[in-house]
């Protein structure tokens, strides 16, 4: 198995590379005690492409997400965008930065102040990066991105956030993005607290935006979800990489023991839950051996001394990448 490597891939075709990052939170009494969120992880997201970062609550996907925003630092290696490294940037250099690179995140309420109509959101914008620009020239511009989102201006100008639906707060958002001439979009579970038919329009839109030639890093923590739109999933555990690649070979032939054991949890309607569960625990038993990813190393660290025990990344077909030391199918966890 060749490891997995970003070289030679054509700089063009590239909008962002995450290449080996880290982040450790200091957590507890005086910040004492090392919490690590993000375990070197590389991937990249290119123009025009959907990558989908699944993985359970907790597993690191918001801390990458926001380090790519640089709402957190970046250690380790770095994260380069459009081939530049964004770890350095600081404010006028951050302030162009979010030019190109915005992100939306899951819970829309979060983003309005209930007191103010939910419109604001454009004035901030404009504010900060369109001064002088006319007003009547800045009413064409956010009447082209509300329709963008397919959302119609005299649906939603001039409203409250209650009185909008969760949907149409987050096209909002995605719209206040798209006025900025974004080239990459982090969108954090940004269908989570949606209903069904309206994530079908908010994925629907991703789609369309994705054909305009826009990055997106579709993080969810819903397998379903990023098997429908995206054209590359990571599966992240316990802030490491253990599969990634094309979705049909991670979801059509998924490698590691917790992509499998992820899959099996999808509710379908066909199946009882007695029998998911009774697979759930088979697959749980499968996870017992030497490997770092086992339950009995619940932190994903394994024993002082162990490393060697870490699987690495590898490429097991094309285009299909595992981290685990039976997808060869010469060892046995
Ligand atoms: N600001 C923070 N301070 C300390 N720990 C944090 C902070 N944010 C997240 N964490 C911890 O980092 C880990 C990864 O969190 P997060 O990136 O939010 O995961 P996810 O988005 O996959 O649920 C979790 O263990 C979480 O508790
Ligand atoms: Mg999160």
Redesign the pocket.
Known sequence: MATTSLAGKPEAERCCTVDRVSMV?K?GAFGGTD?P??RDVSFEVRAGEVVSLI??????????GKMILRLCPITGETITVDGVDISTFKRRRLKTYYRSVQGVFQDPFSSYNPIFKADRVFSMIKDEYFAEVNAAEWRRKVAASLEAVRLSPDEVLNKYPHQLSGGQLQRILIARALLLDIRLLVADEIISMLDASTRIDVLNLLADLKAQGLGILF?T?DLSLGNYVSDKTVI?RR?RIVEMGAPDRVFGNPLHPYTKSLLTSVPQLHRKWERVEAELAAGRAGLTGRCIYHERYPNGDGPVGLDAERPTLAEAEDDHFVACFQADGEETC
């Not at 993985?55 to 990458?64: A, M, N």
């Open positions: 939170y957590i919490l969120a993000v993985g359970e609550s907790g597993s690191g996907k918001t801390t990458l993080i923590h992240l802030g």
